[in-house]
Each structure stands twice: as C-alpha cells, then as structure tokens.
C-alpha cells in the first residue's frame, strides 16, 4: 500500500462484536489501493468526496449521502482518490457469518446500493461501535448486535433480490414480554442476541428487536441501559462510591456509567449522590 500523505489519517479496530472483523475510519487526500482481494465482505460508506474503484475488471465511481458500497470476499478490486480534497470513508469488515459466500454474484453485479435506509443504519452501527474504544459491557454489545443484524436484513434484501426477508418464523405475541423477562433476570450480565434467540424459540434478531420495540416503546439495549442506571441511582443514593455503583449495576467503570447516566439523569454520578446528602 502507498505512504500516507501529511492530511492523511487512518483509525482502525476490532471490536467485540461477533460477524465484524475491523472497523475502518480513512481520510485520504490523494491514494490509491492496488488491486487487492479481502477474505470478508467491505461495507462503505463516504462522509465526503468520491471514490473510483474496479471490481471484477468494470469500474464504479462512488459519491453522494445515500450511497452504500458493498465489495464481496475474493473479487479482485482497487480504489483511488477522484478530487484534489480527496475522500472520507467509514469501512466494515463483514464476516460469512453476516453475509454467505453465495451471495458474492449479485454483488460483483450491483456493488452500490442507493438506498438512504440502508445508509442509515450503517451511520448508526458505527456510531454504536464508538470510535476505538467501544467498552466490552453487554449494553454496547447488544446495541451493536442490534444495529448489525437490521444492517444484515437489509443488505440481504438487496442481495437476494426481494423486498421481505424472513430467515425464520414471526416470534409470537408473547415474545417481547419474555425478552423483557430475560433482560430483567440479566440486568449485570446482560445477555446476546443469539442466546435471546435460542431462548425465545429461534425467532430472527430483527423480529425480536421490532416485536420489543412495539411492546415497549424502545430497543432492547436502551431498556437494559434504563435499568442499569436505575440500579445505579439506588446505590448511589445508598452512600455507594461511583466507580463501585459503576460495577455494581453492571457498567464497565465509571466513566461508562457517567455517560450513560447524564444523558437519563441530568447530572454526574458524583453530582447525584452528593445531591442527597445535603
């Protein structure tokens, strides 16, 4: 691979997330990738700019907000910079566990998918997935688990030529009451999205996901974060330390705790527990 310029950056991880094998964050004012193969799916998006690139000898240019490139495993391609401010991308690496190996046609035949739907939802799996330092606690794992498995739905869609994907059966009516229960017997541990699964009768990620969030008015992560800092309030309020309530309610350390906690109390951990002792 070419040296990186001087306004060239690069940010990349693995995070704790089964099916993604690297996060890739890039800015390049001016590079170009040789020709190259990848062993798992490339997933972009551009936050700016555009992008050439050739995949299985025919070239495709890449630009515009509601654009989603899709590269399959073992397809020879390369990349280059197309304006003098060069491009800004967002990269997954996507294992056969998201996406099989049979579905490599359709995408050499259709690599960009202009779908704003789409698009969004991989803007919101990296979100999730924080930048580098996405903590191993289960709230971010079910986030992320979340957000990729609607990422998965959607690119299969595409993929597979129809409009309704359903690997498996409509979870019944009871099903969000029973996650909601899991969740609850969870609360420190947490619990993924293939163990609720297998739990709750092999109903689909996604279907859980929706059938949840029309019984209760969230996802399933954002109920678990509700009941963690709730956790945490009590302890706090109780005379417990930050960094120890942190733990306690299930949070990877404070600083996770502080986060989540401002954006649903107002105020720091600290700031609350000094609040009742005045």
Known sequence: MAALRPHSSVSAWQPPVPGIAEVFHARFTDHAYPAHVHDTWTLMILDGGRVDFGLD???????????????????????????????RKRVLYLDASVLPESLTGAAVDAPLLLDAALRDRVHGLHRALGAGELPAGAVERLEAQSRLAFVQERLRTWLEGRRHVVPYGAPGPDTAVRLRELLDARVLGGITLEEASALLGHAHPTHLIRSFRKAFGLPPHAYLTGLRVARARRLLLAGMRPAEAAVAAGFYDQAHLARHFGRHVGISPGRFARSGRV
């Open 57 to 87: 000898r025919e070239r495709h240019g890449v630009g515009g907000s509601d654009t989603v490139a899709l590269l399959p495993p073992g397809v020879v391609h390369d990349g280059r910079t197309v304006t003098e401010a060069g491009f």
